[in-house]
Nanobody
Framework: LGRLAESGGGSVQAGGSLKLSCVVS????????LAWFRQPPGKEREGIAG????????YYIDSVKGRFTVSQGNLKNTLYLQINNLEPEDTAVYFC????????????????????WGQGTQVTVSS
């Protein structure tokens, strides 16, 4: 069974940067879609970016393009989310999640299809 564990959250001032990590364990199929979701306080959780475990192009929702970058470590056992120029609106609990997907791009949609979730890491941005 696959496991995911996020880290790297914290409290930062607007304009700063953070790099979140998600350790990916016990996933053997490169077709797993690894996605980042976030849940702002009092709001619904939303998918923001994704990348297949086997690599390939990353996918971003429009509102985070240009400031967020998804990448993987060389051993494919860590998924990263680099967030630059943080804004107070980025305050949220950030989760990584995984589901099997044979699409050409890993889209962070259909939240209910994601069978594996990490525990989340809190990001708080002050103005």
């Amino acid at each position: 069974l696959g496991r995911l564990a996020e880290s790297g959250g914290g409290s930062v001032q607007a304009g700063g940067s953070l790099k979140l990590s998600c350790v990916v364990s016990d996933f053997s199929d490169s077709n797993y879609c690894l996605a980042w979701f976030r849940q702002p306080p009092g709001k619904e959780r939303e998918g923001i970016a994704g990348m297949h475990l086997g690599g390939g192009p990353a996918y971003y929702i429009d509102s985070v393009k240009g400031r967020f970058t998804v990448s993987q470590g060389n051993l494919k056992n860590t998924l990263y989310l680099q967030i630059n120029n943080l804004e107070p609106e980025d305050t949220a609990v950030y989760f990584c999640a995984a589901r099997l997907s044979y699409a050409d791009v890993c889209r962070p949609s259909w939240e209910s299809a994601y069978a594996y979730w990490g525990q989340g890491t809190q990001v708080t941005v002050s103005s």
